[in-house]
């Protein structure tokens, strides 16, 4: 059993819905998604497929918060920002997929100074 699998299998032990799904912070390099780079836009959502499919809901703001924040301007990047730490103090859990970068480094900063259990995995998904 992958580590994903029994990282979601604690998180719904004892709850009484048998749909429980936790919500899982996806974190991955934003600053390249922002950029536009589809290679990289794709692999964030395999990362987001991956969580859904090991039963947890994905939520990552490098895929949502670019759809209506411009995140070229510097209140609104600001703005993102105290988003993304609503998000992840919501989350269950946060996973970090792919070689560490700058934004990732951060994410995995911040989930930790808010409690959140990081778990790692590489660019195939594999635990780390």
Not at 4 to 11: M, N, P, V
Not at 18 to 23: A, F, L, S, W
Not at 55 to 72: A, K, M, T
């Amino acid at each position: 059993m992958s580590e994903a699998t029994t990282a979601i299998a604690k998180l719904r032990n004892n709850k009484p819905n048998p749909n429980y799904r936790p919500m899982i912070f996806v974190i991955a390099p934003f600053t390249e998604v922002i950029k536009g780079n589809s290679a990289d836009i794709m692999a964030v959502r395999f990362y987001c497929r991956f969580v859904y499919q090991k039963g947890g809901i994905p939520v990552c703001p490098q895929l949502y918060l670019p759809q209506f924040i411009n995140l070229h301007n510097s209140k609104e990047f600001q703005i993102a920002a105290f988003i993304n730490i609503v998000l992840l103090t919501k989350c269950a859990e946060a996973w970090s997929f792919g070689s560490p970068t700058h934004d990732t480094r951060y994410f995995i900063r911040l989930a930790k100074r808010k409690n959140k259990e990081v778990r790692y995995f590489n660019t195939r998904m594999e635990d780390c």
